[in-house]
């Protein structure tokens, strides 16, 4: 049964994102910013991981409802893990998006160090339709805020998200 979106509105929905969005109504939402797991079987200085980081079953069928939420010509912002860019974008397209841009995001400290430090958050502008494009259209590179991750071992900074929105 789909729900219509105003049930959803300003509210916390726990459960298996796939299974809570096939009971939103279709064309429901007018913008999708999404922070999905990277695909890196994470784990944090202190331990901690991220919950379906270690299998890719859920990409696919998250992203194809997440083009069905969306209301025609309009937007979702994606993060992704760099190294199986692939995978994502294998999802994206074959749900129906089309990619318009890439976001990225300057760190001022390094968060992994291997072969190179990595200082920076990446994103992916995809489209649904044809959307009118922005009056003032904002810089593909932003500086990045840490914040300390207290909620989340990933968590993103609002201040950094809001002009994207």
Same mark, same amino acid.
């Given at each position: 049964?789909?729900?219509? =979106?105003?049930?959803?509105?300003?509210e916390v929905?726990?459960?298996?994102?796939?299974?809570?969005?096939?009971?939103?109504?279709?064309?429901?939402?007018?913008f999708i910013l999404t922070d999905p797991p990277y695909l890196c079987r994470y784990r944090s200085r202190d331990g901690q991981s991220i919950a379906n980081d270690d299998r890719d079953d859920w990409l696919e069928p998250a992203f194809s409802e997440m083009y069905?939420?969306?209301?025609?010509?309009?937007?979702?912002?994606? =993060?992704?893990?760099?190294?199986?860019?692939?995978? =994502?974008?294998?999802?994206?397209?074959?749900?129906? =998006?089309?990619?318009?841009g890439h976001v990225v995001f300057r760190k001022r400290y390094a968060s992994s160090v291997r072969f190179l430090q990595g200082r920076h958050e990446q994103a992916y502008l995809l489209a649904k339709g044809d959307p009118k494009l922005p009056l003032a259209p904002i810089s593909d590179v932003l500086e990045w805020e840490y914040t300390g991750n207290r909620l989340h071992p990933t968590q993103k900074p609002i201040s950094v998200l809001q002009p994207l929105i």
């Open positions: 049964m789909n729900l219509p =979106f105003a049930n959803y509105r300003n929905v726990p459960g298996d994102c796939v299974q809570v969005m096939r009971r939103m109504g279709s064309a429901s939402v007018d069905r939420l969306l209301k025609p010509d309009s937007l979702c912002l994606s =993060f992704y893990g760099w190294h199986v860019a692939d995978k =994502f974008i294998g999802a994206w397209r074959k749900a129906g =998006f089309r990619l318009v």
